[in-house]
């Protein structure tokens, strides 16, 4: 999602929204399934693209707005958040969790790694033996 940082258009055009409507209906998507894959803009280019550094932006802000709306709808208001593995190295979402108001604070821990899967499993022990 790095290249998404150089993005320098946030509105998706009508094939983007297309695209973006099957990329993100449901859980999985296998890409040969898109019946206009071979005619697509994005087809076979490369991270120097301009259009598909936009399109990069446009996709990241699409999914932070997923996770976002989740945790607007399910999440308790007003806990920090703490934010581990990989996802510590994206500094544009990150800030948005802190610009969100939805968190007291946001931690992001200052060496960024895998961890995140150790970090999820203990939070998960600890609420499935103490209900916390």
């Known amino acids: 999602m790095a290249l998404a940082s150089f993005s320098s258009r ?20 296998e890409l040969d ?7 697509s803009r994005y087809y076979n280019v490369g991270m120097d693209d301009p259009e598909f550094r936009n399109f990069a932006g446009i996709f990241s802000d699409k999914i932070f707005d997923i996770f976002y709306q989740f945790a607007k709808a399910n ?24 610009d969100s108001g939805l968190f007291s604070e946001v931690f992001v ?24």
Not at 10 to 29: C, H, V
Not at 33 to 39: F, T
Not at 75 to 96: E, H, Q, T, V, Y
Request: net charge negative; proline share 5%.
């Open 109 to 132: 821990p200052p060496v960024a790694n895998d961890s995140g899967l150790a970090i999820g499993t203990a939070i998960d022990a600890q609420f499935h033996f103490n209900g916390n």
């Open 33 to 39: 399934a898109y019946e206009d894959l071979d005619d």
């Open 75 to 98: 999440m308790k208001k007003g806990l920090p958040l703490i934010i581990a593995g990989g996802c510590g190295l994206n500094c544009d979402w990150n800030s948005k969790w802190k």
């Open 10 to 29: 946030n509105t998706p055009s009508a094939e983007e929204r297309k695209l973006l409507g099957f990329l993100l209906d449901g859980s999985y998507q």
